[in-house]
């Protein structure tokens, strides 16, 4: 099993739409969460972080559940500035440092 | 000017080759990493370093090694390029954030092929 897994997509949406996506991680002992946006052939930059009480950043909303080990990133008013792929980041504490572990990714594409 | 800069972007070379890739910051982080992304694999860890004397393996370390000239230099190095090293890679630094979350900031890449 991945350490954390998320759906590839792709996600096809329209303009306007809400999307969510889901990534569950396997270290029960994780203790920092994030999203990572990263467009075509370019660098991951980090979207928000994802803290336990849940997290709104304008038209994004990340959530926390520890009880079953998942992270959610809702997406709503889809503009299609937001296509790219979205990386689940955990850092599992106890780690040394700022230590990462990716997703695959999930990918999204809004269309006009 | 980018903070990270990696250079080079894009890279051919052939089997059994020595490649060094370079990474560079201006953000005067201590924390620079090495990092490969394939298709649907996400970014695994080669190698990290927490400050000029400090070089750590990551997951996926054999076949590479680094160089930490400097606290704004990581070098990575394929001392004899195989095929399964195509791949994109990224540098990496951190430093500690807000809430003592540590963000990472990426260079922009370098292509490699192995032929």
């Known amino acids: 099993r991945k350490e954390v897994e998320q759906d590839p997509g792709p996600f096809n949406v329209p303009e306007g739409a809400t999307v969510a996506f889901n990534c569950t991680y396997s270290n029960s002992a994780s203790q920092s969460f994030f999203w990572y946006r990263q467009d075509c052939r370019k660098e991951p930059k980090l979207l928000m972080s994802v803290y336990s009480s849940g997290n709104e950043d304008g038209r994004f909303t990340a959530q926390l559940n520890r009880a079953s080990q998942y992270i959610s990133l809702l997406i709503r008013d889809s503009k299609l500035s937001d296509s790219a792929t979205y990386l689940c980041?955990?850092?599992?504490?106890?780690?040394?440092?700022?230590?990462?572990?990716f997703g695959g990714g999930t990918r999204l594409m809004v269309k006009p | 000017d980018a903070d990270v800069t990696q250079t080079p972007r894009n890279r051919i070379t052939k089997t059994g080759k020595r490649i060094m890739l370079e990474c560079s910051q201006t953000k005067g982080h201590d924390r620079m990493y090495w990092y490969r992304q394939d298709p649907g694999l996400g970014l695994r860890l080669i190698y990290y370093?927490?400050?000029?004397?400090?070089?750590n393996k990551g997951e996926i370390s054999d076949g590479y090694s680094v160089s930490r000239q400097a606290q704004a230099k990581f070098s990575l190095s394929l001392e004899s390029a195989i095929p399964n090293q195509t791949a994109l890679y990224f540098c990496?630094?951190?430093?500690?954030?807000?809430?003592?979350?540590?963000?990472?900031?990426f260079g922009p890449g370098t292509r490699l092929t192995v032929l």
């Open positions: 990496a630094t951190s430093d500690l954030g807000e809430a003592e979350v540590y963000e990472q900031f």
């Open positions: 370093s927490f400050d000029v004397k400090d070089i």
């Open positions: 980041v955990v850092n599992p504490r106890g780690d040394a440092g700022n230590m990462l572990t």
